[in-house]
């Protein structure tokens, strides 16, 4: 069974830094792709930034400049340093990964369960 676990999230003051991680576990022959995706209540899930095994990455506009996704392919994992946060910023982020599990013939989407990030003064 395929698991993904955050870890990182916080409270921290706007301008201030975080840094989320995820790795991936479990029967996992390939990922293709891990990346962040967030939502702020009362607003829908949305990327924030993704990272392929080929190590091409896409970021959200609002996030460009102040947020890197990086990967360690040999761990399974996935980290998005965040610096000069805004309040805006606040948000549960959840983890992704699309991934091949040994027992499938296809990839899949896969979920963490989220990481609460809170920024305010």
């Known amino acids: 069974q395929v698991q993904l676990v955050e870890s990182g999230g916080g409270l921290v003051q706007p301008g201030g830094s975080l840094r989320l991680s995820c790795t991936a576990s479990g029967s996992i022959f390939s990922i293709h792709a891990m990346g962040w995706y967030r939502q702020a209540p009362g607003k829908e899930r949305e990327l924030v930034a993704t990272?392929?095994?080929?190590?091409?990455?896409n970021y959200a506009d609002s996030v460009k400049g102040r947020f890197t996704i990086s990967r360690d392919n040999a761990k399974n994992a996935a980290y998005l340093q965040m610096n000069s946060l805004k309040p805006e910023d606040t948000a549960v982020y959840y983890c992704?990964?699309?991934?091949?599990?040994?027992?499938?013939?296809?990839?899949?989407?896969?979920w963490g369960r989220g990481a609460q990030v809170t920024v305010s003064s």
């Open positions: 992704n990964a699309v991934l091949k599990p040994y027992s499938e013939s296809t990839y899949y989407d896969y």
């Open positions: 990272t392929t095994s080929g190590g091409s990455t």
